[in-house]
């Protein structure tokens, strides 16, 4: 069974910094892309970036470029997104997600979301 767990949200301040962990189970780690999504109350969920995990290259969402790393640790099948200079604008759930065909594309398994609260 496919299971993703994020963790790592909280309370910040703007211009504080936060890592989001996904651990993740159930799967071949490396044969997939996880991304990170964000969504308010009341507005559509967002995407952030993504990785592919065979070779690790990354891509984000141009609002969090410079601010945000996705990155792999794949003995503990875990993906972070580290989240610097954070806005009150960053402020959402973060989901994190699997796609199975690598390509950061299409979703097919979802983990529970995190509560990120970025206060000014």
């Known amino acids: 069974e496919v299971q993703l767990q994020a963790s790592g949200g909280g309370l910040v301040q703007a211009g504080g910094s936060l890592r989001l962990s996904c651990a993740a189970s159930?799967?071949?780690?490396?044969?997939?892309?996880i991304g990170w999504f964000r969504q308010v109350p009341g507005e559509e969920r967002e995407g952030v970036g993504c990785i592919a995990i065979y070779d690790g290259r990354t891509r984000y969402i141009d609002s969090v470029k410079g601010r945000f790393t996705i990155s792999s640790d794949n003995a503990k099948n875990t993906v972070y997104l580290q989240m610097s200079s954070l806005k009150p604008e960053d402020t959402a759930v973060y989901y994190c997600?699997?796609?199975?065909?690598?390509?950061?594309?299409?979703?097919?398994?979802w983990g529970q979301g995190t509560q990120v609260t970025v206060s000014s």
């Open positions: 159930g799967f071949t780690f490396d044969d997939y892309a």
């Open positions: 997600a699997a796609d199975p065909r690598s390509s950061c594309l299409k979703y097919d398994f």
